[in-house]
């Protein structure tokens, strides 16, 4: 079998580590599977924690936003340190700052500035595990077998989504709010335990001291891009707020290439742009990420308020999303060697277009079973296009710089996602504004039904409470305006899919090595 290459304190990967490879790869991904769960598993709490805590909107806004805005924040310099100082250490130490976190937010917290300062927290433990999952993965495997682990790897990182939807709605169901902060506790438990006897560590061979000012103009930049986006849609995306704190993310942005590309020891090589693998990859890997949040963005409203399902039940419609995903991940290598990266991403991308144009003909009484073939399909066109451009940013990266290469793709998923949910969450609610017929008789309910669907709904249910039948009227209307916003934000997640899969065919490179 011989010895397989990795790095400094391990210059090649003994036959002990590379006969557990496969052990690695399960261990990476339940460890990359409690970062994706924590970034969704919340939501379907909020509801108790605006009882139980008195939150208000824009506490409960924060309590999900904290999580995503300081782990998106700060994944460039987390990558950077694990390549640093070591993979393995920054991930048990990330994997014990959500651990020891969640587990004193379930039994402490009482008021919701401590909720969103524990997910904040959170994010930052979560953004030294992600990267560290990675770039174990990437020096671990062989090259021949690295397509295969990292679609695995990519697999897990899609379908985690969904089936954290399933875990929170189960959760709350079941035990309440704080149960989706104590479920963490014993996974990472064994996640921490095994990984301590089975994951080899590995870091920058080079010992290069951590790039200081450009970890600082990286954190400026995507905090200041991800908070523009995040707000944009409650305070307007041409306010002076947006406008201000997107133009400070620019500058940010321009003096951290310019800062990467003057310094003798940059954290992330700007060149490394000029791959178009690279490049091309992390375009993709957005975008995609972009549909799918906003998808399952608008899904869980449409599950929920349209269809009166429960926020578990909702979550377990999102089944055959996983279920086309995940081996679709999983096989691409094998598509990839026969057809080429650019054809298989951009097949996975016409799909996932394909999906979204089928999901625009879905109307309130559409069966479920169409709904369920539709979502297969998308996960079939996520799973080709998520693992393929994933593996073409690694090949691109140096092995010291797997961590920081880890966390570039980690940020363009966070940003894509983030940007998925605030344009499409602006569409849905531009056309439901101006869709919404209030029933006569209804006018002083008008600001508040036009301005929010879940509003709308529950003034409906009220009225029909108080013996008023205009409240199912203006149920009725309101989830017809919710179903026209649904198909516009579909509209634009379908052109989205469909631009990128043809920039994805002419510029993604075909077959490598």
Excluded at 55 to 67: C, E, F, P, R, S
Excluded at 78 to 97: E, H, N, S, T, V
Excluded at 131 to 152: C, D, H, N, Q, Y
Aim: net charge negative; charged share 10%; with cysteine.
């Amino acid at each position: 079998m011989g010895l397989h290459t990795m790095s400094e304190e391990n210059p090649v990967v003994s036959d002990e580590v590379y006969e557990r490879r496969w052990i690695i790869l399960a261990l990476m991904s339940l460890s990359l599977i409690i970062v994706i769960l924590n970034n969704v598993t919340l939501n379907v709490a909020l509801p108790e924690l605006s009882q139980d805590l008195n939150a208000d909107n824009t506490d409960l806004q924060w309590m999900v936003d904290a999580y995503a805005l300081v782990f998106g924040g700060t994944l460039l310099v987390m990558g950077a340190i694990g390549d640093r100082f070591g993979r393995k250490p920054a991930l048990q130490l990330g994997l014990i700052i959500v651990a020891l976190t969640s587990g004193a937010t379930a039994m402490y917290a009482s008021t919701s500035e401590h909720v969103i300062l524990a997910r904040a927290v959170m994010g930052l433990g979560a953004a030294l595990v992600m990267p560290a999952t990675l770039s174990v993965v990437v020096v671990v495997f062989p090259s021949e077998e690295r397509g295969k682990a990292v679609g695995i790897w990519a697999a897990m990182a899609g379908a985690g989504a969904p089936i954290g939807l399933i875990v929170g709605g189960w959760s709350v169901e079941n035990y309440g709010w704080e149960m989706v902060f104590w479920i963490n506790v014993p996974v990472i438990l064994v996640a921490l335990i095994l990984g301590l006897f089975l994951v080899p560590n590995s870091k920058d061979s080079q010992k290069r001291p951590l790039d200081l000012v450009g970890s600082f103009l990286s954190i400026g930049a995507l905090l200041s891009i991800l908070y523009a986006i995040i707000e944009a849609p409650n305070v307007g995306w041409t306010s002076p707020e947006t406008l201000g704190i997107a133009g400070l993310g620019l500058v940010l942005t321009f003096g951290f290439i310019k800062w990467e590309r003057s310094t003798e020891n940059p954290m992330l090589p700007i060149n490394l742009f000029s791959n178009m693998g690279f490049t091309m990859g992390l375009v993709a890997i957005s975008l995609a990420f972009f549909v799918m949040f906003s998808f399952m963005f608008t899904q869980m409203l449409h599950f929920q308020l349209v269809r009166g399902h429960t926020a578990l039940e909702a979550a377990i419609r999102f089944i055959p999303l996983p279920m086309g995903l995940m081996p679709a991940a999983a096989n691409s290598d094998k598509l990839v060697a026969k057809f080429g990266n650019n054809n298989v991403v951009a097949l996975g991308l016409t799909l996932v277009c394909t999906g979204m144009l089928l999901f625009t003909t879905v109307e309130v009484g559409t069966e479920y079973l169409r709904i369920a073939l539709t979502f297969f399909i998308l996960g079939l066109g996520m799973g080709l296009t998520m693992a393929p451009s994933t593996t073409l940013v690694m090949d691109s990266i140096p092995e010291d710089k797997a961590g920081v290469g880890s966390a570039t793709n980690d940020a363009s998923r966070e940003v894509g996602g983030a940007l998925g949910i605030a344009i499409g969450g602006s569409v849905l609610n531009e056309i439901y504004q101006n869709n919404l017929v209030v029933p006569k008789g209804l006018e002083a309910y008008s600001s508040i039904a036009t301005e929010s669907f879940p509003a709308a709904m529950r003034i409906g249910s009220q009225l029909i409470g108080q013996g008023n039948m205009q409240g199912s009227e203006l149920i009725a209307n309101a989830r017809l305006a919710f179903m026209d916003g649904m198909v516009g934000t579909a509209m634009v997640s379908a052109g989205v899919a469909l631009i990128t899969a043809i920039l994805v065919k002419f510029y993604m490179p075909g077959k490598t090595k």
